[in-house]
């Protein structure tokens, strides 16, 4: 396992060396976990790009650095203590000439490239202390950078040969990678919200509206590239406010739709959620969180939007909400969404947040060519007689038809309404249809994803997690485990509704439940004791706007 760290200011391509070196990582058969860190500023600003690297899976973020690639003098000095003691320290040789540390490399990038070059030989320099194929990198740097494509490439090409034939006559011993098996390549660099645009469009989305809103916007950019191929129509609105009320309108009207936003833009599309179970229209929405309230951290990490999901929107309504893990869990719960939403004719949440948004793995490549898109569940339109959108029916859901589809009327109402659409004040009316809506609970619950179990069959301890903290939980009960500890954790990637018959025995039977999540007060074990009457004994919560590590997980286990 290697942990390399780039930092530097915004402007100084940081992010192209991180991008590169990770896709080289990924093309020479590594698993990779990134994690991103920057400022809520165009240019300046400290940022960092971090990436673990290993021959065999990894989910997680760690703390430590193997390989510090500083692109300022300010970067040696925020994070020259996290470097082991074998690691190595590469910066500009005019920015910090005299260091007297050991682990120091200056590399005299004024006699190696021009200054805009210089985070380009920095990468060879780096790549070429790991190891790495000269060629790997090379094409690895072409296909990010659009070779020739881009007039800048036969500098940047120079530039890359430059830093890494300086960087080979000056390798430090330990600092390459090992040896990874033939059969590990094959996959591809994704991370969770492109992965969700991808589930997206492989489950037939058809319109997706937003207002920009980081961290949610890359989820909309990836469908954006992908858009005129895919037959999507996109449309960046006004505001929040618009945009679901658009999606909204769209998904009526029979195109399957989708709006990805982040925690303020979410309030205020509270009241385009209830216009969507009011009219019973299917919808997806995806939500980014970061720390709050208000703008809070807008560039950082948190898992503290549970609550506000599960009671979003006035009145009561069925939802199902859910919250991926990993990347091959982004790609599958969008799929699912749509699903869940076509066939609960309604409102879908998909939660995702800034560490799984910005973190690339490497993947297989998803079968998309395989999956059937989620076609609209949409009936035969009556031969005769009046359509009725909201009859009766045993499972809450009603007959959908779209605008268009045959002679009917199709009649959707924001108010309370009868069986054919038009409003009504007839309170005996208006509670059969508030009793239908809540029966489609059921057809939301025979969809259920259930929780993942992992680790010891019967448990001393299990850490109880959701959404991005899995990968850290996961691998903290593996550190538990090697400590002769018995541990498991229990990870749910769906949160709402919770059905306790798949966990709750195990849950009984444990010696200790301790809540671990990206928020100060537990959200999930408060639902969890609300719902089930299960009570965690404590909670790990990190709300510093950093991901949860398994070594931040272990302190906190251990300060108890």
């Given at each position: ?127 070429a202390q790991l190891g790495l194929d000269r060629e790997l990198v090379e094409r690895a ?29 000056r390798r430090r011993p330990g600092l390459g990678l090992s040896a990874v098996p033939a ?133 009561e309504f069925p939802r199902a909400v859910f919250a991926p893990g990993t990347v091959e ?232």
């Amino acid at each position: 396992m290697k942990r390399i760290l780039i930092a530097g200011e915004a402007g100084q391509g940081l992010v192209t060396v991180g991008q590169i070196l990770s896709l080289s990582l990924v093309r020479d058969g590594r698993h990779i976990v990134v994690t991103q860190g920057y400022m809520s500023r165009i240019r300046g600003g400290h940022n960092t790009y971090a990436i673990r690297a290993a021959a065999g899976p990894v989910a997680a973020p760690v703390e430590g650095v193997d390989l510090l690639v500083a692109l300022t003098s300010e970067s040696v000095e925020l994070h020259r203590d996290e470097v082991d003691d074998d690691g190595l320290i590469l910066g500009d040789v005019a920015a910090a000439p005299a260091m007297d540390d050991d682990r120091w490399l200056g590399i005299p990038f004024a006699e190696l490239v021009p200054a805009r070059q210089m985070n380009i030989a920095a990468l060879g320099v780096a790549a070429a202390q790991l190891g790495l194929d000269r060629e790997l990198v090379e094409r690895a740097a072409a296909d990010y950078l659009g070779g020739k494509k881009n007039p800048e490439w036969d500098a940047g090409r120079e530039a890359l040969d430059e830093g890494f034939t300086w960087g080979e006559f000056r390798r430090r011993p330990g600092l390459g990678l090992s040896a990874v098996p033939a059969a590990a390549a094959g996959r591809v660099m994704l991370n969770g919200n492109e992965a969700i645009a991808l589930g997206a469009l492989s489950a037939g989305l058809k319109f997706l509206s937003f207002y920009p809103m980081t961290p949610a916007t890359s989820v909309c950019l990836k469908v954006i590239a992908h858009a005129d191929e895919m037959g999507v129509i996109t449309e960046q609105a006004e505001d929040e406010i618009a945009a679901v009320n658009m999606a909204v309108g769209a998904s009526y009207a029979g195109a399957p739709a989708m709006v990805a936003t982040s925690g303020g833009g979410f309030v205020l599309m509270e009241e385009g959620v209830s216009l969507a179970a009011m009219t019973e229209t299917p919808l997806v929405l995806v939500l980014a969180q970061r720390p709050g309230p208000a703008t809070g951290l807008p560039t950082r990490t948190a898992q503290g939007d549970l609550d506000l999901v599960v009671c979003a929107g006035h009145g009561e309504f069925p939802r199902a909400v859910f919250a991926p893990g990993t990347v091959e869990e982004c790609f599958e719960l969008a799929r699912r969404a749509f699903a869940v939403a076509e066939a609960s004719q309604g409102p879908v949440f998909l939660f995702t947040d800034q560490f799984l948004a910005d973190s690339y793995r490497a993947v297989g490549p998803f079968p998309a060519a395989e999956l059937p898109p989620v076609a609209p569940l949409l009936a035969d339109p009556p031969a005769a007689g009046m359509y009725r959108r909201y009859a009766d029916s045993e499972t809450g859901v009603s007959p959908r038809l779209v605008p268009g589809q045959g002679e009917a009327l199709v009649v959707a109402d924001s108010d309370e309404h009868t069986a054919d659409g038009h409003l009504t004040e007839d309170l005996a009316a208006a509670a059969a249809m508030a009793a239908r809506r809540r029966d489609k609970i059921g057809v939301i619950r025979g969809l259920m994803v259930p929780p993942t179990w992992y680790g010891a069959a019967a448990p001393e301890t299990v850490l109880v997690c959701w959404g991005s903290a899995c990968g850290a939980v996961f691998e903290t009960v593996d550190r538990l485990q090697a400590r002769g500890r018995a541990a498991a954790a229990l990870h749910f990637s769906q949160v709402w509704p919770l059905d306790p018959a798949p966990f709750a025995d195990r849950l009984a039977a444990a010696g200790e439940i301790i809540s671990v999540e990206g928020n100060a007060g537990g959200q999930l074990a408060g639902l969890l004791r609300r719902e089930t009457g299960i009570t965690a004994a404590r909670h790990v919560g990190r709300v510093d706007g950093l991901p949860l590590t398994p070594e931040y997980i272990l302190r906190k286990l251990a300060a108890a």
